[in-house]
């Protein structure tokens, strides 16, 4: 069966520091990838989208980067933070248009 | 474009129903429908494709009227395990999901 894991569950990062999330997805090959970021109480936002390695599609401008070095596994980065990139980052995947997306379990990061 | 949901919130007894609708401005090609829980990833209820197709399991269910370019999601007989966020998807192209802003969902014993 397939799972996804995401990591860390929670963060608490300076502003000025760099961050890296990752994303791994088992049980599958060649899935969509992608980062959501929602805020405390607000909806879900597209931040990126992969269809396959090294395939990023980048939906808001912001100071955030995507990367997917393997089929399998999608990284969101940022060089600096910023205290709007506080939020709870959501990684998902599927792999028919048919089915729904699934989420991992989310990372919650605190930019002070 | 961001689908429109209504009502943005709901408070239910245990046992009543409840109806969560979902429009959007484009034409769609389908609509999915997940239920987040407080702290929690959203969780993946149903899709419905293009063909105006009503779905459900339990006593959930949603139908898809394309040429409204609306969806409703239907809960009959509401449990305690029902309380949530709920969030419609529209496709924004090729499989990228654009969710609306949310219905927050409590049921009270």
């Known amino acids: 069966s397939q799972t996804i894991h995401q990591w860390p569950a929670t963060l608490v990062q300076p502003v000025g520091s760099p961050l890296s999330l990752e994303c791994t997805v088992e049980?599958?090959?060649?899935?969509?990838l992608y980062w959501y970021r929602q805020a405390a109480g607000r909806g879900l936002q597209l931040l990126f989208y992969?269809?396959?390695?090294?395939?990023i599609s980048s939906e808001v401008p912001q100071n955030l980067s995507a990367s997917r070095p393997q089929d399998r596994q999608f990284i969101l980065s940022s060089k600096k933070l910023l205290l709007s990139d506080s939020g709870f980052y959501l990684c998902?995947?599927?792999?028919?248009?048919?089915?729904?997306?699934?989420f991992g379990s989310g990372t919650r990061l605190t930019v002070v | 474009q961001q689908p429109v949901q209504s009502p943005q919130a709901v408070i239910l007894r245990e046992g009543e129903d409840a109806v969560i609708n979902c429009s959007s401005s484009?034409?769609?090609?389908?609509v999915h429908w997940y239920r987040q829980k407080h702290g929690e990833a959203p969780v993946f209820l149903m899709i419905?494709?293009?063909?105006?197709e009503q779905k459900g399991h339990d006593k959930i269910s949603a139908s898809f009227n394309e040429k409204k370019q609306q969806s409703s999601l239907y809960l009959t007989a509401s449990q305690l395990s029902y309380s949530g966020t709920y969030f419609c998807?529209?496709?924004?192209?090729?499989?990228?999901?654009?969710f609306g802003q949310g219905t927050r969902l409590t049921i009270n014993p």
């Open positions: 049980g599958t090959s060649n899935p969509n």
């Open positions: 484009k034409a769609l090609y389908s």
């Open positions: 419905l494709l293009k063909g105006g």
């Open positions: 998807g529209t496709e924004k192209g090729a499989q990228k999901l654009v």
């Open positions: 998902a995947w599927s792999d028919d248009r048919s089915y729904g997306y699934t």
């Open positions: 992969s269809v396959g390695i090294g395939q």
